[in-house]
């Protein structure tokens, strides 16, 4: 039952749910920046690293209000280059998410929701190496749609502000892929299918997420965030987590200060938890309505 109602709220149109009541209130954001920064590193080894930091990145919001539901879309992509002095173009980031989200408005703070979010990538990722009186070699690692992640989740929802939410999935389940190809790493679960170039995985469990979109924190500092995790058991194979947090600074028309943290674990890549942290300053536009 559960899934033959989320297949029938997910594929009915907005109209169709709202046949004999007043017309939905519909609301957009759109918010794209570009950004640059310059990079000084000193390693252990007393070697100076410098390179230049170009990233791109959009955000787009569209949500239907109805007395009796709310449905949101979200689209979030980054593409990053990095750029290191006297060498070569380096792939950055390179990411892409869409989330929807079918709300029941059972009260103005806490409801139900089911979630439906994608993730992947746009371009190819490779891996160049060079072996001694040979030219260099290019080996592919991922690609568009591999690796994947797909989520479907029914959902307690706590309503923060306009644009902002936090979901507790109680019922998830998860589809994804991960890149296969010569001297990959095999995945510890069985795989429920594998093609030339994918493990195709299948999970069940719990998961959770925050959709925090430009809230403001004063008149010239928005906050974001967007973060996830997914758990199907107690053991360290089995919890995975991506945490997003932005503070934006704005000034003059166009012109942003970004401090951005970045947080993964995923145990399918490391152990170790990763951590990413950026000092940005670029160009943005922002329309809503």
Known sequence: MFFIQAFKIFSSS?????????????????????STSYIIQNNFNRNDVRDFLFLAGSDCYYKITKEKFIRSYHLKTDLGYLKFLDSTWTKYADNWRINIVYTEKASNTTTHAYSLSVSSQFFNTYRYSRKPAETNSMEWRSGFLNPVTLSFSYNVTWMLWDYSNVLLGLSAVRLSTRPRYVGATEPKETPV????????????????????????????????????FFVNGISRDQVSADFRNSFTFRFFRHLQFRFDTHVIYDPSVSYQVQLQQEFLIGLFYEKRK
């Open 14 to 34: 907005p109209d169709s749910l709202t046949e004999h009541s007043p017309l939905p209130k519909k609301t957009f954001s759109v918010c794209s920046s570009l």
């Open 193 to 228: 299918a594998k093609t030339d170039r994918a493990f195709i995985l299948a999970h069940y469990g719990m998961s959770g997420q925050a959709n925090i979109f430009s809230k403001k924190i004063s008149e010239n500092i928005t906050w974001d965030n967007f973060s996830f």
